[in-house]
């Protein structure tokens, strides 16, 4: 069998033999392509002066939020023997566990005189219990006893890592200086899609620029770095099934809305945590009880290692506050197709720091033909709650995605806020949501009630009794009767829908006063309600009887 | 040589006369997918006459203690222990319960030490003490007391520990065999594929990845990896329960040669090996430059609805795992990573799915992702009731193409009840099962094609 074969040529490096070991220290350069899902994938050059011998090459600074399991070494001229990730790191913890048999120096400060006395000692248990010690005078255990208590290491355990580590075996081969290609996706980055819609509503025109918002959350920095990053869902499958999402498998989520929830929960997530936190609550507290009244004190004095040149919560937030704009006159990001997606690429190199947010513009069409009109949807369920109400219309702003109407741009999904202009300046006037929007779609956002334009709901609900011929149909006849009214000193556009309870999707309108259009199913009437004027319509909906339906 | 935590704790036993056992001599791992890895060690063991415990330092410190099973001629194997009653502050203290311990005083405001004997009555709620004549709280006055215990129990340990409890008529000086499961090794595939649209063509490669969360480092170990999925009881989150029963074999003698195991594939990986713990190792197993692949785009519906904004379609590379494919090779189940290339020609990641173990002749479809620039808009156009059990539903699709390219999508309509029918289809379609039906549209470039059809069902 093929495969087996190729197995047994799996040639790992005999052991014992040294190998020449080389560090490469920093990659020459690095692309960083960024995904939605909070994480990156990683393409770093290097270049590495090979000896003709067999050699360990380490590489040294990757990112270390990276999945090992991603990792990609590929023009490197030679076979790749095997590829380690070492990840054993030095923390309070596995040096303290590491270091079960050794010598520490004990150092107690005595409150009153402030006077330290060191006594050597033998770590001889450290687990989540608790840390023990022995020196002669008997076996103690630490941070027990209420006094200042410092345990001192002569040295770090040979076997704990800095930061972890990749390196690869590679066999013997041509030596000479070689441009290496490391790859890997690595957590911690995300970014998103704003865009500012400025509207002239006289001129039924908007402006639309989009900005690409960057977040690095890790503690890499990059100081000159290609940046992508690419619009659209990934298959993606999660961290703990190996894969590189930490969403969860895309399976999963059913739908739009679960994924930006989940996207929001986890951005809230990243930005309010701090990498040191993990560090700090890996330490052991572990004691025997003692008085019951002293719990609460003794305890509150245990954090003191936490003080310890940590970077404090308020640090971190001015940090990711400090939002980078750039230029607003600077090109935009270039747009290609990568496969079935759309990549951006910002066309200057540029720098990312560590757990910054940065912005970047990807697109500005000045001149994009819209139509703002108020709008409601009435459905069964909800008319019997409405009726003799005054419901306020939804503002909606619509376009055709396509050249002919300004645009014909993809549009990656994101927050659309929009400001009217009012005089020489503009005001805020709402903001929605757009899903992932190819060109031809049409888009329609949401983005507030009007004061000016309502709706009065006027339909007799005694009168839907079941009538001979509603039997037969086995359907309710709800009359509906709306009055329109438009309090602005304009003429504005309504649409009025009416839909269908989910659970009949059965919808019958009939003897309406104005022709009915269709509208993702439903009925909809299209109008306009002359400035300081009203609009009456009616019909009837039918609603089935029935509830064994489907 | 003597581990130096053995040596440490020796100090406080003394009771039994304790050895340790050598360093390894040959070390054979076994490991499956499941977080799960057969250990046997083969040891160096020189014994005095008489009864005594061995200890066994540097085994898996996620050892199934239950598995252990120890072999070594002339000696006679009186019991197998493993303690893992941790050394633990709080332990030390309830050991210490009806014997004596000294505390030290110090006073908050001259630093004077003061010390006492107390006996430990208690330690529940907090430490009972009775120092003379009078009972007290340990610390219950809040002011700084150390507390020096004179020695550690023996049956308390720094870490979980296994030793055997030998009877040896005569010196030995043997070889002895240690054989367990452990947790904490597993190995899993992943997969690279960097598809070639244009070429159709898929460039696979393969690697295992091992990785050991033991907490301990096996050196210079023999390692096989069997592939397949063993029945593991009493799955209790991460860590099973294992009772691995008739599957169990003496693992190790022959791996280079060793046949399958029953129904399970064996790769062994020839040369020594050492796993650091916290280590991920990862070895190549697979490489293939030219593997036919297509790609497809499909979109399923399991109800008849309308909705406001377009579904985008699935995206599928489909390949064959066949000789004549260009792959035709058994593949252990992981995680395949899609890679296509931008226009610089740099790969950039586009999606990721699991394989399960796949043998040669298979067919796969890998979910690569939602296409951007094909969409789907479904309208429910007009419901019909026909009886008390069967409606018909009209169904309109439109399918848009924003790509530059024409495309052909696979719609389905799944999920359907027992009695279902197709009439009045603008496309002809085909039953693809018993509950659901296909239909393929197709979609010029930048275009739209719309999808209509009436579906009854009933039951």
């Given at each position: 069998m093929r495969l087996r074969a190729a197995l047994l040529m799996l040639a790992l490096p005999a052991l014992g033999a040294a190998q020449t070991r080389i560090i490469s220290t920093q990659p020459d350069s690095v692309s960083l392509t960024i995904y939605r899902d909070f994480f990156a994938l990683i393409t770093e050059t290097r270049t590495v002066d090979l000896p003709a011998e067999a050699v360990t090459l380490e590489f040294d600074g990757v990112v270390d939020t990276l999945i090992p399991q991603s990792a990609v070494i590929a023009?490197?001229?030679?076979?790749?023997?095997e590829g380690n990730y070492d990840f054993d790191r030095l923390s309070t913890a596995n040096l303290l566990r590491k270091s079960i048999g050794r010598k520490v120096t004990l150092t107690r400060t005595?409150?009153?005189?402030?006077k330290a006395s060191q006594v050597e000692a033998t770590l001889i248990s450290a687990n989540d219990g608790g840390v023990i010690f022995n020196t002669g005078a008997g076996a103690e255990a630490l941070k027990c006893s209420g006094l200042p208590e410092k345990m001192t290491f002569e040295q770090i355990p040979a076997d704990l890592k800095l930061k972890p580590a990749l390196s690869i075996h590679l066999a013997a081969g041509t030596p000479g200086k070689r441009q290496v290609r490391v790859s890997y996706i690595a957590q911690g980055f995300g970014w998103a899609a704003d865009y500012v819609a400025r509207v002239d509503a006289d001129a039924n025109r908007m402006n639309l620029q989009g900005w690409l918002t960057l977040r690095n959350f890790t503690s890499a920095r990059f100081e000159s770095a290609q940046v992508q990053v690419v619009a659209g869902r990934l298959n993606l499958l999660d961290v703990a099934g190996r894969g590189s999402s930490t969403l969860g498998d895309s399976s999963n989520i059913l739908n739009e809305e679960s994924l930006a929830y989940a996207r929001s929960e986890k951005l809230d997530e990243l930005q309010s945590s701090t990498d040191l936190s993990n560090f700090v609550a890996d330490y052991f507290y572990g004691c025997y009880p003692y008085g019951p009244a002293v719990f609460p004190g003794a305890r509150d004095k245990l954090p003191m290692l936490m003080r310890v040149d940590s970077i404090t919560s308020e640090d971190i937030g001015e940090d990711l506050a400090e939002v980078i704009v750039s230029g607003f006159r600077a090109p935009l990001a270039e747009r290609e197709n990568l496969a079935d997606y759309q990549m951006y690429r910002i066309p200057w190199k540029t720098a990312l720091g560590a757990r910054q947010t940065k912005q970047v513009a990807f697109l500005h069409q000045p001149d994009v033909t819209i139509e703002r009109f108020y709008g409601i949807r009435m459905a069964p369920d909800a008319e019997a709650d409405m009726d003799g109400d005054i419901s306020q219309l939804a503002v909606h702003v619509g376009w055709k995605n396509t050249r002919a109407y300004g645009l014909g741009e993809p549009l990656p999904g994101g927050i659309v806020r929009v400001f009217d202009r009012n005089g020489d300046g503009s005001v805020f006037a709402g903001e929605d949501s757009i899903e992932d929007t190819p060109v031809g779609v049409p888009s329609e956002l949401s983005i507030g009630q009007s004061p000016d334009v309502a709706v009065l709901l006027n339909s007799p609900s005694d009168d839907a009794k079941a009538t001979l011929w509603s039997l037969l149909t086995r359907r309710v006849y709800l009359p509906i009767d709306l009055s329109i009214s438009n309090a602005k000193s304009r003429p504005v556009l309504v649409e009025i829908r009416q839909g269908s309870m989910a659970h009949d999707r059965d919808l019958h309108v009939s003897r309406a006063t104005l022709r009915p259009g269709r509208k993702a199913g439903d009925y909809a009437w299209r109008f306009t309600v002359p400035a300081h004027g009203e609009q009456r319509l009616s019909y009837k909906v039918g609603v089935r009887l029935d509830r064994e339906d489907d | 040589m003597r581990h130096g935590v053995w040596a440490v704790i020796g100090l406080f036993s003394g009771v039994v006369l304790a050895a340790d056992s050598g360093e390894d001599r040959e070390l054979s791992l076994t490991i499956y997918n499941k977080n799960l890895a057969l250990v046997e060690h083969v040891r160096p063991l020189k014994l005095a006459a008489g009864q005594q415990r061995v200890e066994f330092a540097g085994?898996?410190?996620?050892?199934?203690?239950?598995?252990v099973s120890f072999s070594a001629a002339n000696v006679e194997l009186i019991e197998q222990n493993f303690d893992y009653d941790l050394l633990t502050p709080a332990k030390l203290m309830e050991k210490a319960i009806g014997g004596k311990v000294r505390l030290v005083h110090t006073n908050p405001a001259t630093g004077a030490e003061t010390s006492e004997i107390a006996e430990v009555l208690s330690t529940v709620g907090g430490t009972v003490l009775r120092i003379g004549s009078r009972i007290e709280v340990l610390r219950d006055d809040s002011l700084p007391t150390r507390v020096i215990f004179d020695k550690v129990p023996d049956n308390l340990r720094a870490r979980p520990t296994l030793s055997v409890l030998v009877n040896v008529a005569q010196p030995v000086d043997q070889d002895v065999r240690l054989t367990y499961l452990s947790h904490g090794l597993s190995w899993n595939a992943d997969y690279v594929a960097v598809f070639d649209e244009p070429k159709n063509a898929l460039s696979m490669q393969g690697w295992i990845t091992l990785s050991n969360e033991s907490g301990t480092t096996f050196t210079n170990a023999r390692a096989q990896l069997v592939a397949g999925d063993l029945h593991v009881t009493g799955s209790d989150s991460a860590m099973d329960d294992v009772g691995f029963g008739s599957a169990r074999r003496t693992a190790g003698k022959d791996s280079g040669s060793a046949p399958p195991l029953a129904d399970y594939y064996v790769y062994p990986i020839r040369q020594l090996t050492t796993i650091a713990n916290q280590q991920n190792k990862q070895v190549s197993f697979l490489e293939s430059a030219n593997v036919k692949a297509t790609k497809g785009y499909e979109i399923s519906f399991s109800d008849f609805a309308s909705r406001d904004d377009p579904q985008s379609a699935q995206v599928r590379v489909r390949f064959a795992n066949s000789k004549d494919g260009g792959l035709g090779e058994q593949l252990p189940a992981g995680v395949v990573r899609v890679y296509a290339r931008d226009s610089r020609g740099q790969p950039q990641f586009i999606g990721e799915d699991r394989i399960g173990h796949t043998s040669a002749g298979s067919e796969l479809a890998l979910r690569i992702g939602d296409a951007f620039d094909v969409t789907v808009t479904p309208t429910l156009t007009q419901t019909n009731k026909i009886n008390r059990r069967t409606t018909d539903y009209q169904m309109s699709y439109l399918v848009r193409n924003a790509k530059p390219s024409p495309i052909v999508l696979t719609l389905r309509q799944d999920e359907l009840w027992r009695v279902n029918s197709v009439s009045a289809e603008s496309i002809k379609g085909r039953r693809?099962?018993?509950?659901s039906f296909a239909w393929d549209v197709p979609v010029a470039a930048n275009g739209e094609s719309t999808l209509t059809f009436t579906l009854r069902q009933g039951w």
């Open positions: 023009e490197t001229g030679r076979t790749v023997e005595n409150r009153a005189t402030g | 085994v898996s410190a996620q050892i199934v203690p239950e598995t693809t099962d018993a509950d």
